[in-house]
């Protein structure tokens, strides 16, 4: 009864394993030790060699299995001893697909009861085949990258700092560590005194967050030598979601980074201003001329405010658009001239040019070159010829104005002797007056439009002043104040007293006019010293010792859009009948010839000052000596 029951057992085993072995996703292969021919085979290694098992049975691996070197581990097969086993990895089976499958063999020789068998397992390795070629594949990648790999952990973050647990070959070449060296190390080992702390600040704060970054920082080499890095600092999770470790890709710009540096040196100390914009127009990159041109701030540049739209003024924004597809099309724009709008709002003149950047056809590089001195030039020279034309016509007609004149005024004197009635007498007075304020028109007109210099002499200050201030006080309104001064050292200068009254006369009735509800108005001397910086504002004038005359208003003040046109001759804001128009062209036709200049400061609502700087007679002062008694004139 109980050999019946073991005999049960057996065969109830048997047809387990058998089930198995049908079942299985490896192929199981039986072989007789002797003959090394084939018993059995299940249906996944029928499948997987492409034979049928009835192909199989009673042949040889070698000379059944469709492969180069299946003849090679038949060879193995036959010096198989007994309780042997055999490993064999090089099998590629020629699929019908055309594809070659690795497989790999494990046979152990055993024997079971009175039959000596050969038991192989064989396992289709091509997906693991495929992941270990990617993996080497990979490895090798990583090994010959010109950037340095390196991952860390992602803990801690504080001190010592996280650990270096890989670091690829690319690592010694540039920081001069092995691998084996930076192997537990933190990555703070690389940093020093110039590495940026506020980039350090950035990159911790990605750590603590989990986030990835970009920057570029100063690292030192193992021999203390800097170099610049740009690295790619990402996390790297787990399937659950944990942050276990940090990967970085650390690229050496050195070399890269001293170009920049360069090319942002030269382009800083480039007069002519130079910029950078994307294809939205927003201004990305300028050097320090732009940003002092147009008035904003790196840190207004950095933020995106400053943009093309923004700088072009409204009544210009079709000349930036063509300009711009022309950029587009052609690459590149021909100079050419244009206004841009200051932070302030105030409009500059500029010759503009630009440039498309080949690798981003929506990015461009212009230059602008600041024209305001260019157009101060050429308005200078257009209003010199101007002048000259109306000086040569102010000429001729006043000469033959005076030739009309001249009769009339004689004409009076006689008439006088002859008129009794008391209306003849006013009617003459009427013409008198009338020819005599015409003749000295005419005189204004000859003595601007020829420009006829008197005898100069020692001019004191107090003297000249003195006889306009006894002429204010006589015929300017009561309700106008009037206050002077004059240093007891102030210089003396060289000129013509009456053409120097003359001028500061005009500028006296030009303050008066200014104050039709009265004001104060006053009249100060001062020695002043002219330095090198007032000089450039005043084009050719002389340094050094110079006597200042100012007469200061409190009235109603120039506006700003006009303030340059003052000094043209026949321009005049006042009513007809009111104003020439020529009192302050004689003004600085007067000082122009006595080799000095005219400043003027004015507010709309708050009065003018003009201030005539006259050259001080040798004093002794060379061009960088300051005045010891009065102010040194740096305005």
């Known amino acids: 009864m109980r050999d019946q029951r073991s005999i049960e057992a057996i065969l109830l085993s048997e047809r387990r394993y058998r089930g198995l072995v049908e079942t299985a996703r490896d192929g199981v292969l039986t072989i007789d030790f002797h003959s090394k021919r084939i018993l059995a085979a299940n249906p996944f290694l029928c499948e997987l060699v492409g034979i049928p098992l009835g192909e199989m049975i009673g042949k040889t691996v070698g000379e059944s299995w469709p492969s180069k070197k299946a003849a090679a581990f038949q060879a193995l097969l036959e010096d198989l001893p007994l309780n042997g086993s055999l490993r064999f990895e090089d099998m590629e089976l020629d699929a019908k697909d055309g594809e070659r499958r690795p497989v790999e063999i494990l046979c152990n020789a055993f024997q079971t009861g009175d039959e000596m068998l050969i038991g192989c397992g064989v396992r289709d390795v091509t997906e693991r085949r495929k992941t270990e070629d990617q993996l080497r594949l990979l490895q090798t990648c990583v090994a010959h990258l010109n950037d340095i790999l390196m991952i860390t952990e992602a803990d801690p973050i504080d001190e010592p700092g996280p650990k270096i647990v890989f670091a690829n070959e690319a690592v010694e070449r540039i920081t001069g560590y092995t691998p084996a060296e930076l192997i537990g190390k933190t990555p ?164 503009f040019g630009a440039a498309r950047i080949d690798d981003k056809l929506q990015d461009g590089v212009g230059f602008i070159l600041d024209l305001t001195e260019r157009t101060k030039l050429e308005q200078q020279v257009l209003n010199a010829k101007r002048m000259e034309s109306l000086g040569t016509l102010a000429g001729g007609m006043a000469h033959h104005l005076n030739n009309i ?26 013409i008198d007056k009338s020819a005599n304020r015409a003749a000295a028109i005419v005189r204004q007109v000859l003595s601007f439009a020829l420009g006829v210099e008197g005898a100069k002499v020692d001019v004191r200050p107090r003297d000249l002043l003195r006889s306009i ?79 200042a005359i100012s007469v200061a208003d409190t009235g109603t003040g120039i506006p700003p859009e006009i303030i340059d046109r003052i000094f043209e001759p026949f321009f005049t804001t006042k009513e007809v009948g009111r104003g020439n128009g020529l009192g302050l062209s004689i003004v600085s036709a007067v000082v122009r010839g006595h080799g000095g200049f005219v400043e003027v400061l004015s507010e709309v609502g708050k009065g003018s000052t003009f201030k005539v700087f006259l050259m001080a007679g040798n004093r002794g002062f060379s061009s960088e000596t300051p005045n010891q008694s009065g102010a040194a004139a740096r305005t």
């Open 188 to 351: 703070r080992i690389l940093q020093g005194k110039d590495t940026d702390r506020n980039v350090l600040k950035e990159i911790r704060h990605a750590l603590e967050n989990r986030q990835p970054i970009r920057r570029h920082l100063i690292n030192y080499g193992k021999d203390g030598s800097q170099y610049w890095i740009g690295v790619n600092l990402v996390p790297i999770f787990s399937p659950d979601g944990e942050c276990t470790h940090f990967a970085a890709i650390e690229r050496d710009i050195t070399e890269l980074t001293v170009k920049e540096m360069r090319i942002r040196r030269l382009a800083d100390s480039n007069a002519q201003a130079v910029l950078f914009w994307n294809a939205r127009g927003t201004v990305t990159d300028a050097n320090n001329t732009f940003l002092r041109l147009s008035g904003y701030s790196r840190e207004e540049l950095s933020s995106g405010v400053v943009t093309w739209p923004g700088l072009v003024p409204e009544k210009r924004a079709d000349d930036w658009r063509r300009a711009h597809a022309e950029l587009t099309e052609k690459g590149s724009v021909s100079p050419y001239e244009i206004e841009i709008v200051r932070k302030d709002g105030t409009p500059v003149p500029v010759l």
């Open 405 to 430: 004149l001249s009769p009339i005024v004689m004409s009076v004197g006689l008439l006088r002797t002859t008129a009794t009635r008391p209306d003849e007498r006013s009617l003459l007075d009427v």
């Open 469 to 547: 201030e006894a002429r204010i006080r006589d015929t300017f309104p009561k309700n106008l104040s009037l206050a002077t001064h004059v240093p007891a050292d102030a210089w003396t200068f060289s000129g013509d007293p009456a053409q120097l009254h003359e001028a500061l006369m005009n500028l006296c009735l030009n303050a008066r006019d200014a104050m039709p509800d009265g004001g104060a108005l006053s009249i100060n001397v001062e020695n002043v010293v002219v330095d090198q910086q007032l000089r450039r504002r005043h084009g050719q004038v002389g340094t050094g010792p110079y006597v």
